[in-house]
């Protein structure tokens, strides 16, 4: 069965400062997807970046970034600059390529100190 | 992004009575939905898949006669909790999918079983 891990319970960064969360999975299959996600207070969850393991480049979005692994089945993710509105949790999540169905970490809670 | 709506995002009910959830999709025809529960501090935990048309699949050790799941048009997807007693007091999230790769998530229900 695939698992996702998320060692860090809570993660704690300077603003301004780079951050990064880790993450490691594991699977049998080939082919998946694998995701971070934002959960602010709101509860509202938000994609903040996606890696297709077929790809070898890392995927970025703007301060996001990734550190896929595939061989050490680990997907961190950085965030540069980090701002007061990036306090939230952040769930790291995997999806089979045969499966539109979302296994999720057990979370990472981040603070941002002013 | 597209729009995933949720009704109610609160409720509390007394024990023994049914409450019922619904997710819509606002901009997108969606013919799978998710539905996902999260316990305080915890991360989110699949408990069906909604497929239009036919019968909800659940997830092992989700009790199905007990939260029922209607998937009745494209845009819309059910979650009855039957008879409701306080430890199914949660927050219930839903999402929908788009295409292959995207999947967009309803800002959740919060249910209090008194």
């Known amino acids: 069965a695939q698992t996702v891990t998320q060692s860090q319970p809570e993660m704690s960064v300077q603003e301004a400062e780079t951050v990064t969360l880790s993450c490691t999975y594991d699977?049998?299959?080939?082919?998946?997807?694998l995701f971070w996600y934002k959960q602010p207070p709101s509860r509202q969850m938000i994609l903040v970046i996606r890696?297709?393991?077929?790809?070898?480049q890392n995927a970025t979005e703007n301060r996001f970034s990734v550190n896929f692994q595939k061989a050490a089945k680990s997907f961190s993710l950085k965030i540069s600059d980090s701002q007061l509105g990036d306090a939230a949790m952040y769930f790291c999540?995997?999806?089979?390529?045969?499966?539109?169905?979302?296994?999720f970490g057990s979370g990472t809670r981040l603070l941002v100190r002013p | 992004g597209a729009v995933v709506s949720q009704h109610p995002s609160r409720v509390i009910c007394k024990s023994g009575t049914s409450v019922k959830i619904e997710c819509r999709s606002l901009?997108?025809?969606?013919?799978?939905m998710f539905w996902y529960r999260q316990f305080p501090k915890q991360s989110l935990m699949l408990m069906a898949t909604?497929?239009?048309?036919?019968?909800?699949?659940?997830e092992q050790g989700v009790e199905k006669d007990k939260f029922l799941i209607n998937h009745a048009s494209l845009t819309l997807s059910t979650l009855t909790v039957t008879s409701a007693h306080p430890e199914d007091s949660s927050f219930y999230i839903c999402?929908?999918?788009?295409?292959?790769?995207?999947?967009?998530f309803g800002p959740g229900t919060r249910l209090t079983v008194l």
């Open positions: 999402s929908a999918r788009r295409g292959v790769n995207e999947q967009f």
């Open positions: 699977t049998s299959e080939s082919d998946y997807y």
């Open positions: 890696q297709e393991a077929y790809k070898q």
């Open positions: 999540a995997y999806r089979a390529d045969s499966s539109y169905k979302l296994i």
């Open positions: 901009d997108f025809q969606a013919t799978t």
């Open positions: 909604s497929n239009e048309g036919s019968k909800a699949t659940y």
